[in-house]
C-alpha cells in the first residue's frame, strides 16, 4: 500500500518552493546565515496554516519530523525569529508568491466572483459579546476575487471595515486581468459581484446591480445593466457569485477570524497571507504537483 503523504507536508513544500521563487535566500551577505528567508517564510505561512501563535509554532515543529525534513530545516526557529520574519514579509512579497502558484498551474478564468468579509480585532467569543452588551464598532475588511472555475484567489485587498466596497473593484480588476480569458487580445471574462461594488469603474462586463437610489433607476446604462443582471439571474450565471462568498467562509472557519497582530502595518497585512494560505490550501486539495 502507497505510503500516504499529509496535507501538512503538502502545504509546507508548497509554500517553500513559492518562497524559494521570489525571495532571497539571505536577507544579507553577513547575516548569521542559521535559516534561510525562503525556511523561515514557509513556517510563517505554516503558522498561518495551522492557525496557532508563534510560541505553538515553534512547538509544532519541534514535533513534526516531515515538515522539518520537508523545509530542511537543521534546527527549530525560535518563536521569536519568526515574529521578526512575518514583519520583514510585505505584501509585495506575498503577492509575487500567490501569483507564482497562479502561474505554475496555469490558471485562466472565464468568470470571477468579488466580495469582502469582515475580520474582528477581539478574541472575546461572540455569546461574551453579546452578553456584555458590547457592540462590534472596528474590525478590519478583507476583499477577495475567486476564479469561478479553480476557486482560488486572483487579488486582494484590505482596509478599515468602514470602508465600502467598491474602494477595491478596480484594484482587484487589475489583479485579475492576467488570468481572465481573453479574445483577440481583448478582456473576455466576467465579473459577478454585489450592489456594494457599484462605482464609475463598472463596465459592460461587470455584472453588478446597480443600486436603486430614491428607489428608481433614471440612467439608461443603470437601467441596461440592471436588465443584464436580472437575466444573468434568470440564467443561472449570476448565482455563482456564491462561490466567493463559500471562500470568506472557508478562510475565517479554518484559518481563523480574528486579527492577531497590535501595529496597524501587520494586521492589514493578515487578510492578504490569510488569501495566501487559502490558495496553498486549494491547491493541497486539486492533488496537483507544481
Not at 509546507?12 to 513559492?18: E, P
Not at 472565464?110 to 464598532?137: I, K, L, M, W
Not at 433614471?218 to 443582471?229: G, I, M, N, S
Not at 439571474?233 to 472557519?253: A, H, M, P, Y
Amino acid at each position: 500500500m502507497a505510503a500516504r503523504e499529509s496535507r501538512y507536508v503538502k502545504a509546507a513544500r508548497i509554500a517553500y518552493q513559492l518562497a524559494q521563487a521570489q525571495i532571497p535566500r539571505y536577507s544579507h551577505p553577513k547575516s548569521p546565515h542559521h535559516f534561510t528567508q525562503p525556511q523561515l517564510v514557509a513556517c510563517v505561512v505554516l503558522m498561518f496554516y495551522l492557525d496557532v501563535s508563534y510560541r505553538d509554532m515553534e512547538e509544532w515543529l519541534l514535533a513534526t519530523d516531515q515538515v522539518c525534513q520537508t523545509l530542511e530545516l537543521r534546527r527549530v526557529p525560535d518563536y521569536s525569529t519568526l515574529s521578526r520574519t512575518f514583519k520583514k514579509l510585505t505584501i509585495a512579497r506575498l503577492t509575487q508568491m500567490k501569483d507564482e502558484l497562479l502561474t505554475r498551474l496555469g490558471v485562466e478564468e472565464e468568470t470571477v466572483s468579488a466580495d469582502s468579509t469582515g475580520f474582528r480585532y477581539s478574541h472575546a467569543s461572540a455569546y461574551y459579546q453579546s452578553r456584555t452588551g458590547r457592540r462590534c464598532r472596528d474590525w478590519l475588511k478583507g476583499a477577495y476575487v475567486v476564479g469561478n472555475a479553480s476557486l482560488l484567489i486572483l487579488g486582494w485587498g484590505s482596509a478599515p471595515g468602514i470602508r465600502p466596497d467598491f474602494h477595491f473593484l478596480r484594484p482587484l480588476k487589475r489583479q485579475v486581468a492576467p488570468y481572465g480569458k481573453r479574445r483577440n487580445g481583448r478582456r473576455a471574462w466576467l465579473l459577478l459581484a454585489d450592489a456594494g461594488f457599484d462605482a464609475r469603474g463598472v463596465t459592460r462586463l461587470d455584472l453588478v446591480p446597480p443600486i436603486r437610489r430614491n428607489g428608481k433607476l433614471t440612467d439608461p446604462k443603470r437601467r441596461a445593466r440592471a436588465e443584464l443582471v436580472a437575466a444573468a439571474r434568470l440564467d443561472g450565471l449570476f448565482g455563482q457569485r456564491w462561490k466567493s462568498e463559500t471562500v470568506n467562509s472557508v478562510i475565517k472557519r479554518k484559518f481563523g477570524e480574528t486579527i492577531r497582530s497590535r501595529q496597524i502595518r501587520l494586521q492589514h497585512r493578515e487578510p492578504f497571507i490569510k488569501g495566501l494560505v487559502y490558495d496553498i490550501h486549494g491547491h493541497c486539495c486539486m492533488n496537483i504537483r507544481i
